[in-house]
T-cell receptor, first 114, second 113 residues
Framework: GNSVTQMEGPVTLSEEAFLTINCTYT??????LFWYVQYPGEGLQLLLK?????DKGSNKGFEATYRKETTSFHLEKGSVQVSDSAVYFC?????????????FGKGTKLTVNP | NAGVMQNPRHLVRRRGQEARLRCSPM?????VYWYRQLPEEGLKFMVY????????ESGMPKERFSAEFPKEGPSILRIQQVVRGDSAAYFC???????????FGQGTRLTVV
């Protein structure tokens, strides 16, 4: 079945450092890929998504590119801020275009220090 | 347009009691999903409902758990005879009819004592 494996945390960075959180997936067909962010005590917010191979999702300085050849969707940001401290989840959905049930990775906790 | 509303935010139940978790989807959204997040884990899919229909319940435990999404009113996730292992955060997400992005509520954190 479908599965998502993402980099184990926690990750601790200094402000303005470069961030990479690795995510790889196993899926049949052509899934859509997502990154969600969860701030303490809150629900999940969609950070970015990509629906087909070679698409790049981007939002708030974060980027991820859908790589079918390596089955990856790594999250990157060039310069993190303290306010980026949160848990980040990589996820996929089975239907093209998204929003059938989501399969999540275990999450990566990011702490950014001033 | 209010977001996905879940209540209560926190729920404490003694072992053997029933827990009822409510989810009001965003206006115009007829699809509801329930997920469970155990401590230090990612979210696991439980059930997918449309108005008055269960579409996919492959993630629901076979016993004690049930879900509904009536024609009127919120979606309800019901857990009967709760046990300590049911302690988790339960998240609801909703989406409009054509399967676009799902929006999450803030979750209900269930503690079984």
């Amino acid at each position: 079945g479908n599965s998502v494996t993402q980099m184990e945390g926690p990750v601790t960075l200094s402000e303005e450092a470069f961030l990479t959180i690795n995510c790889t997936y196993t899926a049949t067909g052509y899934p859509s890929l997502f990154w969600y962010v969860q701030y303490p005590g809150e629900g999940l917010q969609l950070l970015l998504k990509a629906t087909k191979a070679d698409d790049k999702g981007s939002n708030k300085g974060f980027e991820a590119t859908y790589r079918k050849e390596t089955t990856s969707f790594h999250l990157e940001k060039g310069s993190v801020q303290v306010s980026d401290s949160a848990v980040y989840f990589c996820a996929l959905s089975g239907a093209q275009g998204g929003s059938e049930k989501l399969v999540f990775g275990k999450g990566t906790k990011l702490t950014v220090n001033p | 347009n209010a977001g996905v509303m879940q209540n209560p935010r926190h729920l404490v139940r003694r072992r053997g009691q029933e827990a009822r978790l409510r989810c009001s989807p965003m206006k115009g959204h007829s699809h509801v999903y329930w997920y469970r997040q155990l401590p230090e884990e990612g979210l696991k899919f439980m059930v997918y409902l449309q108005k008055e229909n269960i579409i996919d319940e492959s993630g629901m435990p076979k016993e004690r758990f049930s879900a509904e999404f009536p024609k009127e009113g919120p979606s309800i996730l019901r857990i009967q005879q709760v046990v300590r292992g049911d302690s988790a955060a339960y998240f609801c997400a909703s989406s409009p009819p054509r399967n676009t992005e799902a929006f999450f509520g803030q979750g209900t954190r269930l503690t079984v004592v």
